[in-house]
């Protein structure tokens, strides 16, 4: 019977098809010890693939890798975490600062001002040597004009809360202005020069030079037209001569100005684009430098120039223009963000993008011509395998040669003798966080005992399984920022209890605190999707209730936790974290006027010395001033405890044994060196000196 | 016939219609955003978040939002939130991808389903019988992603080969012979874990199909008539019994752009199901929406295939004629 036949044929058939194709597959050995190209090959898995290969575009941590290596910027971070320059071979900040002459005033020696006068008396006083000046290099005069300009006044309408907006137009005489050239950066320049002007600075009065139609143009709207004073701080970038983009163009000035311009532009959408808006000008001064000209004084905006620079001749109009024609689209609306560049960049840095392969592999090959000598590695291969397991396997079999281990896999790898491994603590931290706009948190003694009764170091040690350290303050401890001087409340659940007594919370009969006969009791939510907080609530839950509080928890979806609660401020305590960055400003996160709705103080803390300090962290140039600012910020957050700041993840990473660094001497004699972390802990700060050899011989470090 | 043909179409079309709104709608009505829009990014000011919601379209009614996004489907400008690459291109690559692997699966489930049902549909209550019935239900109970886990840790050990992805990694230039070779090698792991649960049920369904056959009247009568035992199983049995597995195979069709997302996940294989999962997760709706806009249209493909196989295959059925 055939059919029969068939039935019984078609699956043997089909089996032993696909099962003799296990007879053409290499096996492990054959791709590890068999293949020498494996020894020139670096294989890095990644649980997800990259979005973007341009670094104006990118916002994930995939495309950021790659971009590292194909792009380059003007400055990162060196070994010990101070700038050193890459693409600029060296730098100068220093200042330019506009103070308007104002005609209605008088100088301290009863001369009316005028201008010039008031530049003669600051001449003499800088040639007395008055210390208000000793910065200044150079006094210019700038002369007035008037500009007719809109903007938008309010009209109280039927609704207060609403004002109704329309345009006004209005005349804006701009005064005189005298420019001060500084040395160096100093945000109380003017405060100095105030009072060397016996508060001249205080009593100038921008709403004389504003004439408008109408009288609704407030003193504020007056000011942001004709600011009495302004911080112009100014970099001036040197550039490395000679280096070449990949495809051979030399790199130069106007490629920086064009990645400005780039990020700027609206219709790219960069999420690069509030880290340039401070950014006045970018002028370039030859081939070689650009002064770079700030709106005002914000020094985190030093760190962004280590941005990649893009190549304008690829991606300027012309070149758009003529890959929208090609591509049959509107050549007006074609962008940066829809050029075919982002999938196939070309940069400058010491990898030379060769295949992307959606979700399977990026493949670099390294630069001949890299400024710096070509890396030792050949090729470099990023592979996507989102399943933790199989790149487990994966590395296992020596088809990969970094992993990042989980937790609870650390103590067994540790010490592994087939692999090196590396810990490092991380950028971020997990904290509790308590809504100060309910009264029952607004005592920091609640605050306080509410972290007093968390055993944390039993949080790390059992959820985390010890791959966490733990925390005081909201800097990475890493930075110069943290200031290891404050130490982290203790576990004491007694001493938490008497806290509560102090803030008038009394156990009751049934034993649960109350205080005028209402029980201390709240939420505690997070999010859906994070085991870690999820277990930290229940730990925080179990202690809280031993103490007497009523705590209910809540698991919710991410978009709805954020939406609904985080956002709108709808909740008495959750779990989050924040990963932070290497600059010590925290305005965003802790600063009063940061509490509204979709703002990031969602905690609403306020303190008004915190206040102060963070906008003076974001305008201090000075690294030993800032430190010595950001360290007493720390202090006084880790007082008054917004947060319970909890501990940070550490990671272990896992590398092939056969990696090395590898070095020339100066005879030519190559060194092998072992891999070393960087301060901040990362591996991979000399990764273009890496090498495989089958046998390396170290030299002692 | 074609009237008939024309009124079904129509009603498929109402019927696209409605899928087209409500996937839509679910989408942009459940919490969150692009994953692009990130609130909780302090370097992001809302003037930021406020371009992106515009350049994505969000920040207009849902209606306006629904026309112009079927209209850039329509005419091929609709790209991805993630990487700003056009959709369909994207979902065609993904769909090559994960068409291997469909095939595959389902040559499978239908050469096992087939001989298991009917083996013990036959041997009704034999131990043949109980043992396969014991290992489909197990095999329908235990979760694929287990499955996956024990089976590539048992390759991986004993065998040493490589199993994830399309293919072995970092294996240039060999002939095309090898190249076959490895891919359909890398295929075997996850179609077979594909066609586990598929085997298991279609083999039951099979069973059950058999056993009523095989005790209805004609197939006494083509005992009763000296039929030998083999004649009467395959050619007069199975026919009738195989009947309700002519609509099956037109049903498939959806499958096509289904993809497995927990096979394609651990395999690391670069198919559609991942492609969905990745982008439901990111919040990408060009991808999401597209992707359910495309099952629903091959759904009903399916299901007026099925209707017409059904009617050539069995001539009791016919359409009844347009008043």
Not at chain 2, 92 to 113: D, H, K, M, Q
Request: charged share 25%; hydrophobic share 45%; glycine share 6%.
């Amino acid at each position: 019977m055939w059919i029969k036949r068939i039935l019984l044929l078609a699956p043997t058939i089909v089996s032993l098809f696909l099962l003799q194709s296990y007879l053409w597959v290499p096996t492990f050995e054959d791709q590890v010890k068999g293949d020498p190209r494996r020894l020139t090959r670096y294989i890095e898995t990644s649980i997800g693939d990259a979005s973007i290969l341009n670094p104006t575009l990118a916002a994930d941590s995939a495309s950021g890798a790659i971009n590292s290596l194909v792009f380059e910027g003007l400055i990162d971070r060196d070994f010990d975490l101070s700038f050193r320059g890459r693409l600029a071979e060296s730098w100068d900040v220093f200042e330019e600062a506009y103070l308007v002459v104002d005609d209605a005033q008088e100088l301290p020696d009863g001369t009316p001002v005028a201008v010039d006068t008031l530049l003669r008396f600051l001449e003499r006083a800088r040639a007395s040597g008055e210390p208000a000046l000793q910065l200044v290099q150079k006094m210019e005069l700038l002369p007035g004009r008037s500009t007719v300009e809109q903007i938008e006044v309010a009209t109280p309408g039927p609704e207060l809360a609403k004002p109704k907006k329309r345009p006004v137009e209005v005349t804006v005489h701009q005064p005189p202005r005298l420019k001060f050239t500084l040395r160096e950066v100093d945000q109380d320049f003017f405060v100095k020069l105030n009072r060397l002007l016996n508060g001249y600075v205080d009593r100038i009065d921008p709403s004389r030079f504003v004439e408008a139609a109408e009288p609704t143009v407030t003193r504020q709207q007056a000011a942001a037209l004709i600011p009495a004073v302004e911080h112009n701080p100014v970099i001036i970038f040197r550039l490395r001569k000679g280096v070449l983009f990949h495809d051979g163009h030399e790199f130069d000035s106007g490629d920086v100005r064009f990645t400005y311009d780039v990020i700027m532009a609206p219709q790219n959408l960069s999420p690069r684009a509030p880290d340039f808006e401070p950014v006045k000008s970018v002028e370039l001064l030859g081939r070689y430098g650009v002064a770079i000209t700030y709106k005002r004084l914000f020094q985190p905006g030093f760190e962004r120039w280590g941005m990649g620079i893009l190549p304008e001749h690829l991606l300027n109009r012309k070149q758009l223009k003529a890959e929208a024609v090609g591509a049959g689209r509107d050549p007006d609306s074609f962008s940066v963000r829809d050029s075919s560049f982002n999938r196939a960049p070309i940069g400058t840095g010491p990898f030379r993008f060769v295949e992307w392969k959606t979700d399977q592999f990026i493949r670099l090959n390294r630069f001949k011509n890299y400024w710096e000598g070509p890396p030792n590695i050949q090729q470099y291969l990023f592979r996507i395998i989102p399943d933790l397991l199989t790149a487990e396997l994966t590395f296992y079999a020596g088809t990969s040669d970094a992993y990042g281990a989980q937790p609870h896999q650390v103590e067994r790898l540790q010490d592994d003798p087939r692999f090196q491994a590396f810990s490092r603590l991380g950028l971020g931290y997990t904290y509790i966080g308590y809504n100060m706009r309910r009264p029952i948190f607004q005592d920091v003694k609640v605050r306080k005992a509410l972290g007093m009764a968390i055993n944390v170091q039993d949080i790390i040690d059992y959820v985390l399984y010890g791959q966490a350290e733990r925390t005081t303050g909201p800097y990475p401890k890493q930075t110069d920022f943290y200031d290891p001087a404050v130490k982290p409340l203790p576990y004491d659940p007694e001493e938490a209890l008497r806290l509560l007594g102090e803030a008038g919370w009394t156990r009751n009969a049934e034993g649960w605190l109350e205080k005028d006969g209402k029980p201390l009791a709240f939420t505690l939510i997070t999010n859906l999707g994070n085991e870690i907080r999820k277990a930290v609530m229940v730990v925080a839950q179990n202690a809280w209730r031993r103490l007497g509080i009523k705590v209910e928890t809540l698991v919710m979806e991410w978009a709805v936790f954020i939406n609904e609660r985080v956002d709108k401020g709808d909740f008495d305590a959750l779990i989050l974290g924040w990963s932070m960055g290497l600059d010590a400003d925290l305005y965003q996160i802790f600063h009063s006027s940061q509490t509204g709705h979709f703002q990031l103080n969602f905690v609403g803390y306020k303190n008004s010395e915190a206040d102060d300090l963070m906008i003076r962290i974001r305008k201090e140039y000075n690294h030993e001033r800032q430190v010595a600012m950001a360290r007493r910020l720390h202090r006084i957050i880790a007082e008054d405890q917004p947060y319970t700041f909890l501990f940070v993840g550490k990671g272990l990473t896992l590398l092939d044994r056969k990696l090395v660094r590898m070095v020339w001497d100066r005879d030519g004699t190559a060194r092998y060196l072992p891999i070393v972390p960087d301060k901040l802990g990362r591996i991979n700060f000399h990764f273009n000196q890496w090498v495989k050899t089958p046998h390396p011989v170290l030299t002692a470090h | 016939m074609l009237s008939a043909l024309l009124r079904i179409g129509w009603k498929k079309l109402w019927t696209l219609f409605f899928v087209s709104v409500v996937s839509f709608a679910v989408i942009h009505l459940a919490p969150g955003e692009p994953s692009q829009i990130d609130p909780l990014n302090p370097r992001f000011t809302p003037e930021v978040l406020q371009r992106y919601r515009k350049a994505f379209d969000l920040d207009k009614p849902l209606p306006i939002q629904y026309i112009r996004f079927y209209r850039k489907f329509f005419t091929g400008e609709l790209r991805s939130f993630k990487d700003n690459q056009p959709v369909l291109p994207k979902i065609i690559e993904r769909f090559w991808n994960s068409f291997p692997l469909f095939v595959v699966g389902t040559i499978l489930v239908w050469c096992y389903a087939f001989p298991l049902g009917i083996a013990s549909a036959i041997r009704r209550n034999s131990l043949f019988d109980k043992v396969t019935t014991v290992v489909v239900f197990a095999l329908i109970s235990v979760p694929g992603f287990y499955l996956a886990y024990l089976l590539i840790i048992f390759v991986v050990q004993n065998f040493h080969v490589d199993v994830i992805g399309l293919r072995t990694f970092g294996r240039e230039g060999v002939g095309t012979f090898w190249t076959i070779m490895d891919r359909t090698w890398h295929l075997v792991l996850p179609s077979v874990l594909g066609a586990t649960a598929g085997i298991a049920i279609l083999s039951r369904y099979v069973r059950s199909q058999m056993l009523e056959v095989i005790n209805s009247d004609y197939v006494r009568t083509a005992r009763a008539k000296g039929l030998s035992e083999d004649a009467v199983l395959y050619k007069h049995a199975l026919r009738n019994a195989l009947l309700p597995f002519v609509t099956m195979l037109a049903l498939l069709i959806p499958g096509l752009i289904g993809g497995s997302v927990i096979i394609e996940y651990i395999f690391a294989w670069p198919g559609i199901g991942r492609l969905g999962y990745e982008a439901i997760l990111s919040r990408d709706y060009p991808i999401v929406v597209s992707l359910n806009f495309i099952a629903a249209v091959l759904t009903l493909i399916g299901t007026l295939l099925s209707d017409i196989l059904y009617m050539v295959a069995d001539p009791r059925i016919r359409l009844e004629k347009a008043e």
